[in-house]
C-alpha cells in the first residue's frame, strides 16, 4: 500500500517553524550567525568608518563584507551541521516513518535560513546605524539583502552536501575548514589588495568572492558587474547540487537499501 502524504504548504509551514525553533535553541550558531559579525564589525569597521574607501566609507564597505559572512555561515552551519547531526542521530531514518515530504523538509530548512539570515543582516545594519558608523539608505539595504539571500543559495546547498558527506562529529570542523578559508581568501575579513598576490590571484575563482562583489556593489564600492556574479554562483550551484545529489542517494542506498 503506497503512504499517504500530507498537504505540502501546512507542512512546509510547520517544518519552517520547526527549523526556526531549533536554530534558536542553539545557543552556539546562534553566536556564530549574528553575534560574531556584529563583534567583527565592531573591531574591524566601527575604528576606520567614516574613511574614504573604494568611492564609498569603509564603514559600509566592511558593513558589506561581514553580512555576506553572516549569511554564508548560516547557510553553510544551519544545513551541514544539522543534516549531519540528524544522520548521525537516526532522525533521518524516522523521518521516513512519517508522512513529512522530501520537499517540506528540504524547503523548510531553506526557508528557515533564509529568515535567519534577513534577521542577521537586519541587527548588523541596525547596529552599525546605532553606532553612528554607517548609514546605508534604504535602497542599499534592500540591495543587500536580496542579493545576499539570492546569492546564498550555492553555499546551502553545499552545507547540504557536507551534511551528507561528513559525520556527526566531524561536520563543524569540515564546514570551519570549508567557511573561513574562503571568506578570508575572498577579502571578506580583509581587503583583496591588502592580501598577497597569490591570494589575489586565485580569489576570482572562488564562489565566495563574487559573493562579496554582490555585497559590496549595494553598498556603493565598486564591483564587478551583478550579472557575472550570479552566474558564476549559479555555476558554482549546479557544481555543489550534482554533489550533493551524489552524497545524497549514496547515504539513501546506505541506510535504506
Known amino acids: 500500500m503506497q503512504r499517504?502524504?500530507?498537504?505540502?504548504f501546512p507542512m512546509l509551514a510547520a517544518q519552517t517553524r520547526a527549523e526556526l525553533v531549533r536554530l534558536l535553541r542553539m545557543p552556539a550558531f546562534t553566536v556564530i550567525s549574528i553575534a560574531l559579525p556584529i563583534m567583527?564589525?565592531?573591531?574591524?569597521?566601527?575604528?576606520q568608518a567614516h574613511a574614504h574607501y573604494q568611492l564609498t566609507t569603509a564603514g559600509l564597505y566592511i558593513l558589506g563584507s561581514f553580512s555576506a559572512y553572516a549569511v554564508l555561515s548560516i547557510a553553510l552551519f544551519s544545513f551541514g551541521a544539522?543534516?549531519?547531526?540528524?544522520?548521525?542521530?537516526?532522525?533521518?531514518?524516522?523521518?521516513?516513518a512519517?508522512?513529512?515530504?522530501?520537499?517540506?523538509?528540504?524547503f523548510g530548512k531553506v526557508v528557515a535560513a533564509l529568515c535567519f539570515s534577513?534577521?542577521?543582516?537586519?541587527?548588523?545594519?541596525?547596529?552599525?546605524?546605532?553606532t553612528n558608523s554607517a548609514h546605508p539608505s534604504l535602497m542599499m539595504f534592500a540591495q543587500l539583502l536580496g542579493y545576499l539571500l539570492l546569492g546564498c543559495i550555492p553555499f546551502?546547498?553545499?552545507?547540504?552536501?557536507?551534511?551528507?558527506?561528513?559525520?556527526?562529529?566531524?561536520?563543524?570542523a569540515v564546514l570551519n575548514l570549508i567557511n573561513l578559508p574562503l571568506a578570508f581568501a575572498s577579502g571578506l575579513f580583509v581587503p583583496l589588495p591588502e592580501l598577497p598576490d597569490w591570494v589575489r590571484v586565485i580569489a576570482p575563482y572562488l564562489p565566495t568572492y563574487h559573493y562579496g562583489q554582490l555585497?559590496?556593489?549595494?553598498?556603493?564600492a565598486p564591483a564587478e558587474p551583478t550579472l557575472r556574479s550570479l552566474i558564476w554562483l549559479a555555476g558554482y550551484a549546479i557544481?555543489?547540487?550534482?554533489?550533493?545529489?551524489r552524497a545524497y542517494h549514496r547515504d539513501e542506498r546506505k541506510e535504506f537499501a
Not at 499517504?4 to 505540502?8: F, I, S
Not at 534577513?118 to 546605532?130: C, G, N, Q, R, S
Open 4 to 8: 499517504e502524504l500530507a498537504p505540502l
Open 40 to 47: 567583527f564589525y565592531a573591531f574591524f569597521g566601527m575604528p
Open 82 to 96: 544539522s543534516v549531519a547531526a540528524e544522520r548521525g542521530t537516526g532522525a533521518t531514518r524516522l523521518m521516513r
Open 98 to 106: 512519517t508522512p513529512l515530504r522530501r520537499s517540506a523538509y528540504f
Open 118 to 130: 534577513a534577521v542577521a543582516v537586519t541587527l548588523l545594519v541596525l547596529f552599525a546605524m546605532v
Open 156 to 172: 546551502i546547498i553545499l552545507g547540504f552536501a557536507v551534511g551528507y558527506i561528513a559525520s556527526i562529529n566531524s561536520a563543524i
Open 215 to 220: 555585497a559590496w556593489s549595494a553598498m556603493g
Open 239 to 245: 557544481v555543489f547540487l550534482a554533489v550533493a545529489m
